[in-house]
């Protein structure tokens, strides 16, 4: 879950933090409010192509911050275990973009390529615009979107185990 997104120097936004509750968080607003300049914003940290010319006029650089709760068994471990990104249960995502046409992705202060933030990104966010339904239809998310939905979580983990256990015996 998105707990918390920090905004520097993104076209008018010098410095911005928005704390999110949880549940269902929606931006709603009327045209020119500045709801596409918070996606773009969210979008980068998403693995999105950079947009260079979303730093503030007067900034050389700009970052979005985004702070991730994730549970024990979060769908996400598995592709962070797969980077040698360390975890526990906060997920620091961080995108540095700078004028010169340089850009980081950081996972929990470990440097990434774009490609390795996607496929983060995709298990632990989504966007839904208006007539946008991508995510569930990706039968990637499904398993996920039911065992979240169930509130097993100690099953679960006991089930890793135990499949844990039986993939070490069956090597010995």
Known sequence: MLRELIIKNIVLIETLT???????????GETGTGKSILLDSLGLILGNRVDYSLIRKDADQASVTGIFDISANHSVIE??????INYDSEL????????DGKSKCIINDTLITRNALEEVADHIIEVQGQFEDRGLLNTKTHLSLLDAFARHDELLTEIKNIFQDIKIVNFI
């Open 79 to 84: 592709t962070l275990t797969k980077y040698n």
């Open 92 to 99: 620091i995502i961080r995108r540095e973009i700078k004028k």
């Open 18 to 28: 928005i704390d999110f509750k949880s549940g269902l968080s929606v931006l709603t």
